[in-house]
């Protein structure tokens, strides 16, 4: 669990701050031109170790205790299932994925035996960096971390059949994060594209939330105390679609990089 990030650390002045794994143990590190320069913890103090990217195992670059999830933020991604709706939400559609859920750039998108149609859903990720309760969306931006790519993996078929969503939004490994955060971004016009086997499937971009990130975190804060290392996913553009075992699925953001995982293949019957 993360202590509440001071407003004066260091890491307001970093860029890219990204967690890895070295022999079994887990690291903070800050990227600079591909050299990773370790960190004594989240606050931005440098050890004095460096390391190259290509060396390192990355992880989700938060370690959340809560996963919230907007859903229908995009009026097209509405559409795309329901061509005749007309009102759109008047306040955020919220659902929540287990923690455990998340998952590593790189690790493999499960397949699990007892779907037929695994979607991906290509998003951008908050991560919270202070405790946030009861704050305006004008402060909002204060108590964040940093920006990152996440990959809202949906059993569809399941979200359709059953009477709530926490087997279609949150079996393990359906939330893959990374690659790191961008501590300096503004998220209010970025573009997020998905990619499928290099096919572009969804081009999309910020600017055309229903909800922006401030109204998002700040709504979430009026009932549910987000704190440091929470993660929040702000929805998907159309485009979604289904996958195959062996597929790569690339979530790319404007000023953040790409997310990368390939789809294992199916899971046998136990």
Request: net charge negative; glycine share 8%.
């Given at each position: 669990?993360?202590?509440?990030?001071a407003?004066?650390s260091?890491?307001?002045d970093?860029v890219q701050?990204?967690?890895?794994s070295?022999?079994?143990?887990?690291?903070w590190?800050?990227?600079?031109d591909?050299t990773i320069?370790?960190l004594?913890?989240?606050?931005?103090?440098?050890?004095?170790?460096?390391?190259?990217?290509?060396?390192?195992?990355?992880?989700a670059?938060?370690d959340?205790?809560?996963?919230?999830?907007v859903g229908?933020n995009y009026?097209?991604?509405?559409?795309?299932?329901d061509?005749?709706?007309?009102?759109?939400?008047?306040?955020?559609?919220?659902?929540?994925k287990s923690?455990q859920?998340?998952?590593?750039?790189?690790d493999?998108i499960?397949?699990?035996?007892?779907?037929?149609?695994?979607?991906?859903?290509?998003?951008l990720?908050?991560v919270?960096g202070r405790?946030?309760?009861?704050?305006?969306p004008?402060?909002?931006a204060?108590?964040?971390?940093?920006?990152?790519?996440?990959?809202?993996?949906t059993?569809r078929?399941?979200?359709?059949?059953d009477?709530?969503?926490?087997?279609?939004?949150?079996?393990d490994g359906?939330?893959?994060v990374?690659?790191?955060?961008?501590?300096e971004?503004?998220?209010s016009?970025?573009a997020?594209q998905?990619?499928?086997n290099g096919e572009?499937k969804?081009?999309?971009n910020?600017?055309?939330?229903?909800?922006?990130v401030?109204t998002i975190?700040?709504?979430?804060?009026?009932f549910?105390?987000?704190?440091?290392g929470?993660?929040?996913?702000t929805?998907?553009?159309?485009g979604?679609?289904p996958?195959?075992?062996g597929?790569r699925v690339?979530?790319?953001?404007?000023?953040?990089?790409?997310?990368?995982?390939?789809?294992?293949?199916?899971?046998e019957?136990a």
């Amino acid at each position: 669990m993360l202590a509440d990030l001071a407003l004066g650390s260091l890491w307001l002045d970093l860029v890219q701050l990204l967690r890895y794994s070295t022999e079994s143990l887990c690291h903070w590190g800050e990227l600079r031109d591909g050299t990773i320069h370790e960190l004594v913890d989240i606050n931005g103090v440098r050890t004095g170790v460096t390391r190259d990217l290509a060396d390192v195992k990355l992880l989700a670059p938060c370690d959340p205790k809560t996963i919230v999830c907007v859903g229908r933020n995009y009026v097209d991604h509405i559409r795309e299932f329901d061509d005749t709706a007309e009102d759109l939400p008047t306040e955020p559609g919220l659902f929540l994925k287990s923690v455990q859920a998340l998952a590593h750039p790189g690790d493999p998108i499960p397949f699990p035996n007892w779907t037929k149609n695994l979607h991906y859903e290509g998003e951008l990720a908050v991560v919270i960096g202070r405790t946030m309760k009861n704050v305006s969306p004008a402060d909002a931006a204060d108590h964040v971390l940093g920006y990152t790519a996440a990959c809202d993996v949906t059993a569809r078929d399941k979200q359709r059949s059953d009477m709530q969503w926490t087997r279609a939004k949150s079996a393990d490994g359906f939330c893959p994060v990374g690659p790191w955060l961008e501590t300096e971004l503004d998220p209010s016009a970025l573009a997020l594209q998905t990619r499928v086997n290099g096919e572009l499937k969804q081009d999309g971009n910020t600017r055309d939330m229903i909800f922006d990130v401030p109204t998002i975190l700040s709504y979430i804060s009026t009932f549910l105390t987000l704190v440091p290392g929470d993660l929040v996913l702000t929805g998907t553009p159309e485009g979604v679609g289904p996958l195959q075992p062996g597929d790569r699925v690339e979530v790319s953001i404007e000023g953040v990089g790409t997310l990368v995982n390939l789809v294992a293949a199916k899971a046998e019957l136990a």
